[in-house]
T-cell receptor, first 112, second 114 residues
């Protein structure tokens, strides 16, 4: 119940395309859902986050869609660029703990 | 946000020895966490570093193996004790500012145990 399932494991997208990464969870005690971007040799960087009372949040080219009833959330990267090539992690925080459970990661490659 | 530094950035250690990793933040933060990221894998929370008291460890991690200190609101250390090759990982410090769920990560310490 503490897991966050992430898919796909890897993704190849053409430049200018839309990258979509999905996550699903079971534990209804999760109440904060961030996405992180990690380049090789670097620490994860916070991209965007959402709470379950909001169905969508957009920041620049990055959008989170959240489906509370289905217990699913996804990251959409619009107009994907080669510089977006990185590993992306979704995460979920248990209400009141501030602790994160991370998804397994998606390795994104954007072709020039 | 917060700026986080870790020392060392990488190290190669002999089996059976110990390594202490330092995490320094540029501002006072409420929560500090230590994660492990094995090569090509996701992040796993080791423990929450509590200021002035013992750290809170997650299932599968024990204080004897991963002693943690947090003497003040801007600094913490993680020691990896009696190392084996299975401890080869990236160790990451993260912080959360007061009243927020956002976590900011340091650059990580890449540890190789031979």
């Amino acid at each position: 119940q503490q897991q966050v399932k992430q898919s796909p494991q890897s993704l190849i997208v053409q430049k200018g395309g839309i990258s979509i990464i999905n996550c699903a969870y079971e534990n209804t005690a999760f109440d904060y859902f961030p996405w992180y971007q990690q380049f090789p040799g670097k620490g994860p960087a916070l991209l965007i986050a959402i709470r379950p009372d909001v169905s969508e949040k957009k920041e620049g080219r990055f959008t989170i869609s959240f489906n509370k009833s289905a217990k699913q959330f996804s990251l959409h990267i619009m107009d994907s660029q080669p510089g977006d090539s990185a590993t992306y992690f979704c995460a979920a925080s248990i209400r009141g703990t501030y602790k994160y459970i991370f998804g397994t990661g998606t390795r994104l490659k954007v072709l020039a | 946000s917060a700026v986080i530094s870790q020392k060392p950035s990488r190290d190669i250690c002999q089996r059976g020895t110990s390594l202490t990793i330092q995490c320094q933040v540029d501002s006072q933060v409420t929560m500090m966490f230590w994660y492990r990221q094995q090569p090509g894998q996701s992040l796993t929370l080791i423990a929450t570093a509590n200021q002035g008291s013992e750290a809170t460890y997650e299932s599968g991690f024990v204080i004897d193996k991963f002693p943690i200190s947090r003497p003040n609101l801007t600094f913490s250390t993680l020691t990896v004790s009696n190392m084996s090759p299975e401890d080869s990982s990236i160790y990451l410090c993260s912080v959360s500012l007061a009243g927020t769920y956002e976590q900011y990560f340091g650059p990580g310490t890449r540890l190789t145990v031979t």
